[in-house]
């Protein structure tokens, strides 16, 4: 089956640009979305169709993609951006996968 | 604002049946690129997208799923529902009610807040 690869965990200080990398075959026929969750909370979209971000999401926020690799950035990390995020797509029959999901640590 | 709020017994016997359902309310139903869904989240683990349903009736169901789950939907009450069938201690998860917006592929802006459903025997 499709799947979706992540790294385990990310780890960056206050300030500085977090990328969180996700890669598949499929990626350059299907766009990426992003969610993050923190602790005990549901997911929440941050990217969608790749590089869009929903209304709310603060602009630190960032998507883009490169052949089967996307890529999540967030400039300027705080505090608050610990958390699991997950990249999502689908594969070449349209079924939804999810990566693995990346802890985000904000030492 | 869309909210989604799940319902549904806590705990399920192996083998059994479990059964969820979704109260939507703050958006209608009926939107032509709106599907319903369902996506779970066994504990400590990743999300597993189980299934959408369109207000038409239309279904689609991850492959893994789709011998045992059954997503409807009742428009009338806002309202929407998963079933799985045989259910093991694998299927222990937080099951979360989302809605999916299908154009150039399929995401999923608006989540419950999850229920926790044990099998256990």
């Known amino acids: 089956s499709y799947e979706l690869t992540q790294p385990p965990s990310v780890s960056v200080s206050p300030g500085q640009t977090a990328r969180i990398t996700c890669s598949g075959d499929e990626l350059p026929k299907q766009y990426v979305y992003w969610y993050h969750q923190k602790s005990g909370q549901a997911p929440v979209l941050v990217i969608y169709k790749g590089s869009e971000r929903p209304s709310g999401i603060p602009e630190r926020f960032s998507g883009s993609s490169s052949g089967t690799t996307a890529t999540l950035t967030i400039s300027g990390v705080q505090a608050e951006d610990e958390a699991d995020y997950y990249c999502q797509s689908a594969d070449s029959d349209g079924i939804v996968v999810f990566g693995g999901g990346t802890k985000l640590t904000v030492l | 604002q869309l909210q989604l709020q799940e319902s549904g017994p806590g705990l399920v016997k192996t083998s059994e049946t479990l059964s969820l359902t979704c109260s939507v309310s703050?958006?209608?139903?009926?939107?032509?690129?709106?599907?319903w869904g369902w996506i779970r989240q066994s504990p400590g683990k990743g999300l597993e997208w189980i299934g959408n349903?369109?207000?038409?009736?239309?279904?689609y169901y991850n492959p893994y799923f789709s011998s045992r789950v059954t997503v409807s939907i009742d428009t009338s009450r806002d309202q929407y529902f998963l079933r799985l069938s045989s259910v093991t201690a694998a299927d222990t998860a937080v099951y979360f009610c989302v809605r999916a917006i299908y154009s150039t592929g399929s995401y999923f802006d608006s989540w419950g807040q999850g229920a926790l459903v044990a099998v256990s025997s």
């Open positions: 703050g958006d209608s139903m009926n939107g032509r690129s709106h599907y």
């Open positions: 349903i369109h207000y038409t009736g239309a279904t």
